[in-house]
């Protein structure tokens, strides 16, 4: 099955300021990724192009990096996702960036399977959370995305699976 997954999320930020959240992606002061809900985003040899990890489950290689602006994943876990995850950010005007996260694969009927009933779903509410994230850095307001019972439902069910292991 072929796979596209995109996300976007407008800041009223310049692009400046955001990339320099970017840059702290996957490090000890992570200001983007939700990891006080969701799996940490972690790399073997840090933030560069070869570097393997990945968050829970899900395992990928960087293959492309450009600090503060763009990163570029190639799944390599689990078996039959085959392509690519890609987080960058746009300047739309002097002050107003826009964030943009996107998948590209093609999945083995198995995985198809996975996607269409469990990862889609957390996926989603982890990208919207990260551009929560991002959001709330920048604002009084604070931006909460609200989980379906579905994805609610598939958090409980893996916390309690990791509780037994």
Do not use: C
Not at 116 to 130: M, P, S, Y
Request: glycine share 6%; net charge positive.
């Amino acid at each position: 099955m072929r796979v596209l997954n995109s996300h976007n999320r407008i800041i009223n930020q310049p692009i400046v300021k955001v990339s320099e959240l970017f840059k702290t992606l996957a490090t000890p002061d992570d200001k983007i990724w939700p990891i006080k809900t969701w799996p940490a985003m972690r790399f073997k040899q840090g933030l560069k192009i070869g570097s393997k990890g990945g968050h829970g489950r899900i395992r990928y290689t960087i293959i492309e990096f450009e600090p503060g602006n763009q990163i570029k994943f190639e799944f390599t876990k689990p078996h039959g996702f085959n392509g690519t995850h890609e987080l960058e950010i746009e300047a739309i005007s002097e002050n107003v960036t826009e964030i943009h996260h996107v998948i590209k694969m093609n999945t083995s009927f198995k995985a198809s399977l996975f996607w269409i009933i469990i990862i889609r779903w957390l996926h989603d509410a982890l990208i919207e959370d990260a551009f929560d994230t991002v959001e709330n850095y920048f604002s009084e307001e604070k931006k909460e995305t609200k989980y379906t019972t579905w994805v609610m439902f598939l958090r409980g069910y893996y916390k309690r699976k990791a509780i037994k292991n």
